[in-house]
């Protein structure tokens, strides 16, 4: 549970006394927007749970990511997994961040250990409509490995996303010591890119996003890199940000990189979570650049500016936009965890407007007004699913239809309600909330009272 030496993000518990006032305002501000799902972009990192609150509150809850939960086909909440019990033999030791998969299951990373050998990560599948004892099964066989040298090390979560087609990829270091994107399709687990490899300009991988990886279609995977800069220096501080596609194809391509203008627009200094579907379709991502916070969208190869920190909202002025990754649809509609006035709202951007789905003060459900917010994702049918927390510390989640109603769980699976009886009795960890287009679900959270 405690993040790597490379982490791009550390718990902000260790370096706060050192910033001043000012600078800990701003990173408190920019914790709020990211949320807890830019923690997924570090180097190496363990998973570890930040509150809503941000910085104010910042803690390890351990006990808020102890079980994995996801709905089954009646709407209902079951359990996956949960640390301390066992799980193929072995006991779970920690549970990583889930991926929804598009048939209803939910892909998974487990530390577990098996007697008194050393704990390691293993990748399950967790089937929500199976019986309880038989829900979870491995996700592949170790004996897939193409090559001896694309064996995956799995020291720390490597927070798998799954494909269309049940393919899976994660980065995770190989027997050789290399950060490498693997994949495994077709029962056969293989490596996609390494660190020290060129990409098609010319520039050396200097490191891959652990957990930001994103099926593209057409067999790309969209993550974010750092690449050495074009000076030499030895300092991984030195290394440039960026966004690249990964595929069999066409190797590594670059999307974006820091340091360049976006046509003609004021260069891009860092990158937040890249969304993507898992067929041809478009990219959205964050992007902090020279004048602030910025929304792009890219589809058909043209990149897209459709939201910048600065422009007027129904609500008043965008502050900032989170780094986050936002919420996608085919369509290329997209939704966004966003600021004004330095209160936290939720955007959703369609055909060049930007619309508040919901901001800080509004009443949920059971007349308690909203406080907080994390990252929004979208389904197909635009319903947004979202985890909030209220003005009395209460952290549910919640769904929203497109006109902005919450909305109930019902036979066409388009999503669960927050605070139903199921979710009212633990904690839950908004952060590793994942969602399918169908409005399928699974998250982290703590166990039942």
Known sequence: MIP????????????????SAGRRFYLLLTLLLIGTTQLAAVRRANAFALSLQGLGRAALERDRVSTLYANDREG??????AVGTRLNGGRVVDLGLPDMMSDGRVLFAADTTFGFENDRWHLYIGDPNAARGSRV???????????????PVLKVDPRPVAGRDGEIAFVAADAAGHDSVFLYANDRLSCLARTGALTAHGHVIAAFGFGSQQFAGLGKIVLKAWIEPWERHSDPAHDVPALVTVSRRSGIDELAVARRSPHGGKRYVDFGLPAALPYDGPVAFSARTGTGEALFIFRKG?????????????????DHLSLGRPGLMRDATTAVLASVHHVP???VVARERAQVRARRGQLNPWGAPLRWFGNPLLTGSGAMIFGAQDA?????????????????AGPARIAYRAGARELSGHPMFSGSLSVNEFGDFAFLGGRRR
Not at 303 to 317: D, K
């Open 137 to 151: 099964t491995p996700a592949f066989d170790a004996a897939t490995v193409a090559a001896p040298q694309c064996s």
């Open 76 to 81: 209902r909440l079951v359990t996956i997994a």
């Open 345 to 347: 709202l939720l955007l």
């Open 4 to 19: 790597a030496k490379h982490a791009a993000l550390s718990p902000p518990t260790t370096k706060v006394c050192l910033l």
């Open 302 to 318: 043209v990149l897209e500016r459709v939201l910048s920190a600065g422009e007027r909202t129904e609500a008043g002025r965008i």
């Open 392 to 408: 009395y510390g209460r952290e549910r989640l919640y769904a929203l239809a497109p006109g902005g109603a919450f909305i109930k």
